[in-house]
């Protein structure tokens, strides 16, 4: 075979084996999923049916995230694949930029597939891949943004400074990767990269001077008051941030060995004012990811989500750590025994930080009951092969978990789609009533969806019914049930521990209204139960 052409299959291989293998992953995935996802399709449905955001429709979220939402909505589409693919193409971007990266900054080939596979097959990567939270979209603006911001051509550098802005104004919480992949560029080399930090300042500025200009109060009111006065979480998070780092520490602990050799680099050029002998990429994406886990640590409500642009940037330094040892062992087999010492300093980090990433479990709350154990049943994915369907359940399921025990990401992530709630079962209850003329209001996990599923509208076009507009003073509940009462719901969807539906006032406007209940929903395998009300005039 010709040898370019052979050097051009493996180089399609690299990209091409790790995205197959994660959409593989991903045909498991089940979709509609019962959470907020279903805020953003309501809101871009309705943003795309002329209703203005901001003023006539309420959205907690910066303005990208809801532009994203109207344009995947745009067809008017809530089919299953369709909804899943806004979450899905983010990822697989992420996956396939962080293997350009590698092979564009001339990590060999074998540490970039190795890497490429094991994001793959991350837990946090395929479970952050199953609803639209907009923690997607921004990882890949991040890491898309590092790349551009990096090269030589002044375009590309704007267009850099753009999309790590882009990735602020789909998610606020990754400010702190964004500016300071921004800002270490710019400081990197002043005279030449001052397009980025221009471009990322101007953007920021002009779309939230629009948004205030456009929308006005409501703008700030929403994007800015509102998380400002949310209440903290009893843990700051920190479950959170050990669950991300639970499902994340083999990259973890390969970038850490990473970051300690960038900085006895950047110590040895600042001494002998030499050049820095590795890419400064990856010196950027070090303190990016460090930047951006400080400051996860220092707010007092975190998601796992928040520490998204970590796993890709994590991932970077990885692929670089694997290049380095391997280039270690090759020293190694030609007698250079100059590279024994950090071959061994660098598996000693490696191997601490695998055995403190295990031991993070046992600090996580749910470990409390080790030993109990949770039964699972295997559920096919209707678009793959029997014989792959049948590996997957041989090789990576487990019918049973038992808290304690040591499992792949990959069966953590089967566990999760397992478990997996779904409005949809909700539908079977509301079409004996579909004759039925009127709003939904409600559960904002599941209402959302409903309203979408069945062409109807949401009362007061209020998608979002979170605890935390009672908790932060921006709704006042007897307003809310004033103005309930005028719209006259047909429907109401109530989760009866989650948001303001579970309230006792709004219980209690539930009875005063007369509204019957149709029917009490399962709508998954865990104890979740959705209860659906309608007019008693209309479903005696």
Not at 6 to 21: H, N, S, Y
Not at 193 to 216: E, I, T
Not at 255 to 280: G, H, N, Y
Not at 424 to 447: K, M, T, W
Request: aromatic share 12%; glycine share 6%.
């Amino acid at each position: 075979m010709n040898p370019k052409i052979k050097q051009i299959i493996l180089e399609i291989a690299t990209f091409a084996v790790p995205a197959l293998i994660f959409l593989i992953w991903k045909a498991f995935a089940k979709s509609p999923f019962l959470g907020d996802e279903n805020i953003y399709f309501y809101a871009g449905y309705e943003v795309t049916r002329g209703v203005v955001p901001f003023k006539e429709l309420a959205f907690a979220h910066p303005p990208l995230h809801l532009l994203i939402a109207a344009l995947w909505m745009l067809p008017g589409s809530i089919h299953p694949v369709w909804l899943k693919l806004a979450s899905v193409l983010p990822a697989l971007g992420t996956l396939l930029c962080v293997i350009w990266i590698l092979r564009r900054h001339n990590i060999n080939r074998t540490a970039t597939l190795i890497i490429g596979v094991m994001l793959s097959c991350c837990y946090e990567l395929l479970s952050l891949s199953t609803h639209f939270t907009g923690a997607n979209w921004s990882m890949f603006l991040v890491i898309l943004g590092l790349l551009f911001v990096c090269q030589e051509s002044r375009f590309r550098m704007i267009l850099g400074g753009v999309l790590l802005c882009a990735s602020t104004l789909v998610s606020f919480h990754v400010i702190p990767a964004a500016c300071c992949a921004a800002g270490l560029a710019f400081l990197w080399a002043p005279k030449r990269r001052w397009p980025c930090v221009v471009s990322f300042a101007v953007f920021f500025v002009c779309v939230h001077l629009c948004g205030c200009l456009a929308f006005g109060a409501p703008y700030v009111d929403q994007l800015f008051s509102y998380h400002a006065n949310k209440t903290p979480m009893p843990d700051r998070g920190m479950q959170a941030i050990k669950q991300f780092f639970f499902g994340t520490y083999p990259f973890v602990a390969l970038a850490i060995c990473s970051i300690l050799a960038l900085a006895k680099d950047r110590i040895q050029t600042f001494f002998r004012r030499e050049a820095m002998q590795m890419p400064v990429l990856f010196g950027i994406a070090a303190c990016a990811a460090l930047l951006q886990t400080i400051a996860n640590f220092c707010i007092d409500r975190v998601y796992s989500y928040y520490l998204a642009p970590v796993l890709p940037l994590s991932a970077l330094l990885a692929g670089l750590t694997l290049d380095r040892l391997s280039g270690y062992i090759k020293a190694i087999s030609n007698r250079d025994v100059k590279a024994v010492k950090p071959l061994i300093f660098s598996a000693v980090i490696i191997i601490t930080g695998c055995i403190l990433g295990e031991k993070i479990e046992s600090t996580m709350s749910y470990y409390k009951s080790k030993g109990s154990v949770s039964q699972y049943v295997f559920t096919p994915s209707p678009v793959l092969p029997d014989f792959l369907n049948r590996f997957v359940e041989r090789k990576f399921f487990r019918k049973k978990r038992t808290v304690g025990s040591l499992d792949l990401g990959i069966t953590r992530y089967l566990w999760h789609e397992n478990v997996s709630e779904s409005p949809e079962n909700l539908l079977p209850a509301l079409q004996p009533y579909a004759h039925v003329e009127g709003r939904i209001f409600g559960d904002c996990a599941s209402a959302p969806w409903l309203a979408l599923a069945t062409h109807r509208k949401l009362a007061l076009d209020m998608p979002d019914t979170n605890a935390q507009l009672l908790k932060s003073n921006r709704v006042d509940i007897y307003k809310l049930i004033r103005d309930l009462r005028a719209a006259d719901p047909a429907f109401l969807v109530v989760n009866p521990n989650m948001g303001i539906p579970s309230s006792k006032v709004f219980k209690q406007y539930i009875e005063d209204d007369h509204f019957k209940l149709i029917q009490a929903v399962k709508v998954g395998p865990k104890a979740t139960k959705l209860y659906l009300y309608g007019r008693e005039r209309d479903v005696k």
